[in-house]
């Protein structure tokens, strides 16, 4: 079984400001990660993943995570954030293969709120 | 190319009463997978539909069923609604069983009162 731990419900920032949102899954198996952003009112988009390979992926608008196998970490970064960043981000795992039915376990969600 | 479309957008019924739900996945996708967001927490796996059987299930229970239709969408049935029920409803597609990816619909909001 899988599961997955977001440190920070809420995370204030002010605008242009580096964020960090943090995440640690727990396994028995290996595991695929995701971040995944909800904006107010609507559904999830899937903002960045991890399948295999460099342990360093990034997003089309300036976000990145980094695996971290030993620390069991899929931590979130933006060196500088923007008034439209603020959303609720859910970390997010599955298991490996992915070759039967699968689901995603998502964490509780960070809520980022962005101050100008 | 639409995307997943989720119907109705938004829900009122009452305790004891049966709601439907119903999902059109991505163009090209045949996997249909159910989700609930209570406010305020992180998606719960409801279910998952393949080529119209049930794959696997979370830990809800028998009062959530589903159904797959041959066009691939998808229903969401829950019967004997209880306060708890309250949430959002995600639908989730993705290209066979075997994909990593997810696209996720916008989801209907119910509220049992």
Known sequence: AQSV?????????????PVELRCNYSSSVSVYLFWYVQYPNQGLQLLLKYLSGSTLVESINGFEAEFNKSQTSFHLRKPSVHISDTAEYFCAVSSIPYSSASKIIFGSGTRLSIRP | DAGVTQSPTHLIKTRGQQ????????????????YQQALGQGPQFIFQYYEEEER??????DRFS?????????ELNVNALLLG?????????????GSSEQYFGPGTRLTVT
Request: overall charge negative; glycine content about 6%; aromatic content about 12%.
């Open chain 2, 85 to 97: 029920d309250s949430a959002l409803y995600l639908c989730a597609s993705s290209f066979n069983l």
């Open chain 2, 66 to 74: 589903g159904h797959q239709f041959p066009n691939y969408s998808s």
């Open chain 1, 5 to 17: 731990t977001q440190l920070d419900s809420q995370v204030p920032v002010f605008e242009e400001a």
């Open chain 2, 56 to 61: 696997q299930r979370g830990n809800f229970p």
């Open chain 2, 19 to 34: 709601v439907t739900l119903r999902c059109s996945p991505k163009s090209g996708h045949d996997t249909v997978s159910w």
